[in-house]
């Protein structure tokens, strides 16, 4: 049986296509929601998992929760899925991101220090080191797969949110930071599959895999695209004065946190996935399908 803990963007992709592989899976989430096919159980990850993952042989995480609760929230949930792969002796392989390494010169690859310079980078980094702790005394089998801000239906980042809707719809979008800055794009079901790759292979456990990126494309590049994608006019964006932010943050719990990340908007923010690509054999899916995904989904 394969538990999948989250319903959003990727924990719905990796259900699916287990299901369709003909897996059993187990999906928990707190709306207990989930593709058809799957056994849907509504739970707090917080509360503890040790009791829904009896017979697993897989523990997926693909939860995470809200954005100004991250200091509080994901150190209950990382000791929970660490409890449920020890008592199950299922393999745990979690859904990361880039955060740790915090700001970089060049393209980011897997074996770079986790050096976080914001809050959120520090809890991230501490998810990993407790269960590489735990998989290095044997106590569990793990592995992390850390992609970009993500493309995609149910992908939510800050283009997404400020740009994307406003671009389809003839509008302008606003952003923060350096708007021709080249940046990595993850799609959402790269996530998915390398996430259920990963878990497969037991070569590949132990250590952190970035997911297979295609090359990057600065924020007013992907809104182009997406105009064009759409049948919309010219993408309008201009760059969001960091100060809007700040007082957008004094009522807006979500903008507030997204001000201690704006360094990677700043500069570029590129990943390298070249070791996963090699190893898996798994191609990025390009981008203008990524794009237009995400497009038809806000549509919808």
């Known amino acids: 049986m394969h538990v999948v803990v989250g319903a959003g963007a990727v924990g719905n992709v990796v259900a699916r296509l287990l299901v369709e592989r003909g897996e059993q899976v187990r999906v928990i989430s707190r709306s207990g929601s989930?593709?058809?096919?799957?056994?849907?159980?509504?739970?707090?990850?917080?509360?503890?998992?040790?009791?829904?993952?009896?017979?697993?042989?897989?523990?997926y995480s693909c939860a995470a929760p809200p954005y100004d609760r991250w200091t509080t929230e994901w150190p209950l949930i990382s000791a929970a899925l660490i409890a449920a792969a020890e008592a199950s002796g299922a393999v745990l392989v979690s859904t990361g991101n880039l955060y740790g390494y915090g700001a970089v010169d060049?393209?980011?690859?897997?074996?770079?220090?986790?050096?976080?310079?914001?809050?959120?980078?520090?809890?991230?980094?501490?998810?990993?080191?407790?269960?590489?702790?735990?998989?290095?005394?044997?106590?569990?089998?793990?592995?992390?797969?850390?992609?970009?801000?993500?493309?995609?239906?149910?992908?939510?980042?800050?283009?997404?949110?400020?740009?994307?809707?406003?671009?389809?719809?003839?509008?302008?979008?606003?952003?923060?930071?350096?708007?021709?800055?080249?940046?990595?794009?993850?799609?959402v079901g790269d996530v998915a599959r390398l996430l259920?790759?990963?878990?497969?292979?037991?070569?590949?456990?132990?250590?952190?895999?970035?997911?297979?990126?295609?090359?990057?494309?600065?924020?007013?590049?992907?809104?182009?695209?997406?105009?064009?994608?759409?049948?919309?006019?010219?993408?309008?964006?201009?760059p969001m004065p960091t100060v809007v932010l700040r007082l957008a943050g004094l009522v807006d719990p979500a903008a507030r946190e997204l001000v201690e990340m704006l360094y990677q908007w700043q500069r570029p923010f590129v990943v390298d996935s070249t070791a996963a690509t090699v190893?898996?054999?798994?191609?990025?899916?390009?981008?203008?399908?990524?794009?237009?995904?995400?497009?038809?989904?806000?549509r919808r």
């Open 279 to 298: 190893a898996f054999g798994l191609k990025p899916t390009p981008t203008d399908v990524a794009l237009r995904e995400s497009v038809d989904a806000l």
């Open 34 to 59: 989930g593709p058809d096919g799957a056994e849907l159980v509504a739970a707090d990850a917080r509360s503890g998992l040790v009791e829904y993952v009896d017979g697993a042989t897989a523990i």
């Open 196 to 238: 259920i790759a990963v878990t497969g292979d037991e070569s590949a456990w132990g250590r952190a895999w970035h997911v297979p990126t295609a090359a990057p494309l600065s924020v007013r590049e992907l809104a182009s695209r997406a105009a064009e994608l759409a049948g919309a006019p010219a993408a309008k964006v201009a």
């Open 106 to 187: 060049g393209p980011m690859t897997e074996d770079l220090p986790m050096l976080p310079n914001t809050v959120k980078g520090q809890v991230r980094a501490r998810i990993w080191a407790d269960a590489l702790a735990a998989h290095q005394a044997g106590r569990i089998r793990t592995a992390e797969v850390r992609g970009s801000d993500y493309l995609g239906a149910g992908a939510v980042s800050p283009f997404s949110v400020t740009v994307l809707p406003k671009v389809i719809a003839g509008k302008r979008g606003t952003m923060p930071g350096d708007l021709d800055a080249p940046h990595s794009w993850t799609y």
